[in-house]
């Protein structure tokens, strides 16, 4: 894939503030050892990484509105939390901006919040990376770091966990596809 890695940051840069700025490149740094740990294309991980968090600061009003005209876009999107509709808009923005059409590079950038059942391997990667690069802080990042090491769906799961339970304890619904995704990730009938 011809791409100018730096070309992308420098446009990023314009588009989002310092402190995000600084999670997407972490985000990209991560998802590439993740990606040559487990297998996967460590330049798509990389530049996925890089945009991930491309429309996060769009008004909520033109990311519904891109959903809406994207019939591709899953609809029922717009009947959850706002915070679950920028990774599905960059992942229709930067084909447009950055004729990326790498299918699965699109895929790990739509799905990075809400996670979706048979997930890919660099979809999981980029999700994961997303929630242990090193500027993430919370309690329990530690552990999921570790499990990182050794065991991708595993952590995915422990991170889905995390996730959900914070969405219960402030009493918000839970996109579909993130219950899909959790479960995909738990071996068994359990
Ligand atoms: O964009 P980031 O802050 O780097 O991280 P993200 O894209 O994973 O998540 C954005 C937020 O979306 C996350 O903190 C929790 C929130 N959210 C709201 N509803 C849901 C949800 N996340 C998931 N996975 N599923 C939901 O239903
Ligand atoms: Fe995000
Ligand atoms: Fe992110």
Redesign the pocket.
Known sequence: MKIDLEYLKAELNKEVTEHRYI?SLGVADTAKQLAARYGADPLKAEIAGILH?FT?FWPKEKLAQYIRQYQELAQDLLD??A??W??PVASIVIQERFAIHDEEVIMAIRY????REQMSLLEKVVCLA??IEPSRQFPGVEEIREMAKSNLDEALRMA?DG?IQ??IKKK????PL?VKARNDLVGGND
Do not use: A, P, V
């Open positions: 999670h968090d996060k959850y939390n915070e679950l920028h990774g990075h919040t809400s996670g997303d929630y889905f996730t914070l969405l918000m619904k839970i996109y993130t």
